[in-house]
């Protein structure tokens, strides 16, 4: 079993739609959860990043971390077609990554106009 | 305020071969990570350098080094490579302290090793 489970899609939606992104991992040890979108051929890009269980907002984005279930979840509101790229969720037990982050396979989102 | 930069950009060689990839920090950065990107895959994690000193490592062979300079600045070595060698290769930056210890990425290396 995979320390971080994501799926890999590929995950079609309509414009406008809210779209819900998950992880899943096995390592009670992390504490820091990110998010990050990449586009083809392109540098990860930081999109959300929580520390602990709980909710974080920001504009269109919400990451959500529940811990006893070990899942990790972000929302994108009212997409855009620009939102097409793979989004990676990354863990790791110590802040900023000291232990180096752990990464899902990454989910390739495709917004269709 | 410049980001992560890296070079070269593209990089193709040849089995048995060294490669040298470079990184410089995001401005007031002091913490370089390197990862390895496979096509289709999540980053793996190489090893991380700070205070010009490799501080954790994961699970990838002799074969890969590093070295991190004075200004912060990072190289990654790979020697006797492998087909299995191509990928996507990363380099990340963060502050040890304070706020905005997020790592920040750059745009990668891509290796062909043929």
């Known amino acids: 079993q995979k320390e971080v489970e994501q799926d890999p899609g590929p995950l079609s939606v309509p414009e406008g739609a809210i779209v819900s992104l998950n992880c899943t991992y096995s390592?009670?040890?992390?504490?820091?959860f990110m998010w990050y979108r990449q586009y083809s051929r392109k540098g990860p890009e930081l999109l959300m990043y929580t520390y602990s269980s709980g909710n974080k907002e920001d504009g269109r984005f919400t990451a959500q971390v529940d811990k006893s279930s070990k899942y990790i979840s972000l929302f994108i509101r009212d997409s855009q077609p620009s939102d097409s790229a793979t989004y990676l969720c990354a863990m790791s037990a110590l802040r900023g990554g000291a232990d180096g982050l752990t990464f899902g396979k990454g989910t390739h989102l495709i917004i269709q106009p | 305020d410049a980001g992560v930069t890296q070079s070269p950009t593209h990089l193709i060689k040849t089995r048995g071969q060294q490669v040298t990839l470079r990184c410089s920090p995001k401005s007031g950065h002091d913490t370089v990570s390197w990862y390895q990107q496979a096509l289709g895959q999540g980053p793996q994690f190489i090893f991380q350098?700070?205070?010009?000193?490799?501080?954790q490592r994961g699970n990838f062979p002799d074969r890969f080094s590093g070295h991190q300079f004075p200004n912060y600045s990072s190289e990654l070595n790979v020697n006797a490579l492998l087909l299995g060698d191509s990928a996507l290769y990363l380099c990340a930056s963060s502050l040890e302290q304070g706020a905005g210890y997020e790592q920040f990425f750059g745009p990668g290396t891509r290796l062909t090793v043929l």
């Open positions: 390592n009670s040890a992390f504490q820091y």
């Open positions: 350098y700070y205070e010009e000193e490799e501080r």
